[in-house]
């Protein structure tokens, strides 16, 4: 079954960085564009980035724009989240998603996503 496992998170100081990782199998990743979801404690879940099948398309949320970079690597079947300066606000767990795709377009909705990881936390203190 498809399985997407994501990795990188940790505990980290206000302004420093993390690189997320999510791992796919069982899928053609190529087929799929792929996106970065957060739910932190008590708040609802909240779309952070999206990618592309080909990686040629991005778009992030307002709050995460000037700081984060969403990138793929389809030989690898991974995607990433580059995130900089985080701020305690970042404090979230932090998913992944996949979602099939007939054209070269990004997917902001997470109700649109087919399958998810299980989450990796992210821990921004101040």
């Known amino acids: 079954q498809v399985q997407l496992v994501e990795s990188g998170g940790g505990l980290v100081q206000a302004g420093g960085s993390l690189r997320l990782s999510c791992a796919a199998s069982a899928l053609t990743f190529s087929m799929y564009a792929m996106g970065w979801f957060r739910q932190a404690p008590g708040k609802e879940r909240e779309f952070v980035a999206a990618?592309?099948?080909?990686?040629?398309?991005?778009y992030y949320a307002d709050s995460v724009k000037e700081r984060s970079t969403i990138s793929r690597d389809n030989r690898k079947n991974r995607v990433y989240l580059q995130m900089n300066s985080l701020k305690p606000e970042d404090t979230a767990v932090y998913y992944c998603?996949?979602?099939?795709?007939?054209?070269?377009?990004?997917?902001?909705?997470?109700?649109?996503?087919?399958?998810w990881g299980q989450g990796t936390q992210v821990t921004v203190s101040s």
């Open positions: 998603a996949a979602v099939r795709t007939y054209d070269g377009d990004y997917v902001k909705r997470g109700y649109e996503y087919d399958y």
């Open positions: 990618i592309s099948r080909n990686g040629g398309s991005t």
